[in-house]
């Protein structure tokens, strides 16, 4: 079945440092892939979506690049900021109409002055 | 304006009781989730709804079940709650496959 990885489950950084968490995947099927952050008791919000063509998402500073030969999709920001600590989850979509949405276990990331 | 809400957003319960969790969305998604949240394990999949009336079971279904009478309702029942069920439970929902679902502000359940 699909799988999403994420190996790390805490990322330190020093604030102004470049960000990038690491997100690979297992899908039959070439899936959508999403990145959606969580902060302190609050839902799952959409962070980015990777697009149909190679277009690279970008939100908030944030940019993630679909690489099917390796089927990656990893986080990347130039530097970081102390309001992007939070959780970060990688999810999949299979694209051929199916309905589940499968989640990475997550990478925490604390950004410290 | 579109909006996944969850109703209790916090529920203490003994071990033994039933729960009920509640979830609705107004933009008439079809596709609607029940996922837990775990420190450490992520998002896990209890449940999911195409429809009314038409329900599957997610990784994790044991323990729980699901209703879903209206679109934009879609309720999580747990039977005899056990302590390992305490956890943060998300509701989702989504129009199609390559849409993101939007999720609920979650309800934080202990069971004692």
């Known amino acids: 079945g699909d799988s999403v990885t994420q190996t790390e489950g805490l990322v330190t950084l020093t604030e102004g440092l470049p960000v990038m968490l690491n997100c690979t995947y297992q899908s039959t099927y070439s899936p959508f892939l999403f990145w959606y952050v969580q902060h302190l008791n609050e839902a799952p919000k959409l962070l980015l979506k990777s697009f149909t063509d190679n277009k690279r998402p970008e939100h908030q500073g944030f940019h993630a690049t679909l690489h099917k030969s390796s089927s990656s999709f990893h986080l990347q920001k130039s530097s970081a900021q102390l309001s992007d600590s939070a959780l970060y989850y990688c999810a999949l979509s299979d694209r051929t109409g199916g309905y589940k949405v499968v989640f990475g276990s997550g990478t925490r990331l604390l950004v410290s002055p | 304006d579109m909006k996944v809400t969850q109703m209790p957003r916090y529920l203490i319960k003994r071990m033994g009781e039933n729960v009920l969790l509640e979830c609705g969305q107004d933009m008439s998604h079809e596709t609607m989730y029940w996922y837990r949240q775990d420190p450490g394990l992520g998002l896990q999949l209890i449940y999911i709804s195409y429809d009314v009336d038409s329900n599957s079971e997610g990784d994790i279904p044991k323990g729980y079940r699901v209703s879903r009478k209206k679109r934009e309702h879609f309720s999580l029942i747990l039977d005899s709650a056990k302590t390992n069920q305490t956890s943060v439970y998300f509701c989702?929902?989504?129009?199609?496959?390559?849409?993101?679902?939007?999720f609920g502000e979650g309800t934080r359940l202990s069971v004692l």
């Open positions: 989702a929902s989504r129009r199609n496959n390559n849409q993101a679902p939007l």
